[in-house]
């Protein structure tokens, strides 16, 4: 099964900005999504944003206009850059992904991945 690394975390000031990476190793399926969720301390995990194999991305309502998926042409990597940062950004990210065949799939929902990344920490003060 596949294997997620995050990395690119850190601490910034208000307004700030931070990449996070995600790489991608071992089995995959053709037909995968990849999403960046994340969690604060004492609240549920929240979807960030999603990338399809086709290309196809999506973003909470949180984070549009500020936060922007990415990939490398391999596929192997994807990263989420965060502009204007706000101190509630603050929280562990994690990258995920699985197979996301039909139409019912909730590119957004923790419950629909099975595979995880460590997560790293971004702290906005």
């Known amino acids: 099964h596949v294997q997620l690394v995050e990395s690119g975390g850190g601490s910034v000031q208000t307004g700030g900005s931070l990449r996070l990476s995600c790489a991608a190793s071992?089995?995959?399926?053709?037909?995968?999504?990849m999403a960046w969720f994340r969690q604060a301390p004492g609240k549920d995990r929240e979807g960030v944003g999603s990338?399809?194999?086709?290309?196809?991305?999506k973003y909470a309502e949180a984070v549009k206009g500020r936060f922007t998926i990415s990939q490398d042409d391999d596929k192997n990597t994807v990263y989420l850059q965060m502009n204007g940062l706000k101190p509630e950004d603050t929280a562990m990210y994690y990258c995920?992904?699985?197979?996301?065949?039909?139409?019912?799939?909730?590119?957004?929902?923790?419950?629909?991945?099975?595979?995880w990344g460590q997560g790293t920490q971004v702290t906005v003060s």
């Open positions: 071992g089995y995959r399926t053709n037909t995968y999504c």
């Open positions: 990338i399809k194999y086709d290309g196809s991305i």
């Open positions: 995920s992904e699985d197979r996301c065949l039909g139409g019912s799939f909730r590119y957004l929902e923790p419950y629909e991945y099975n595979y």
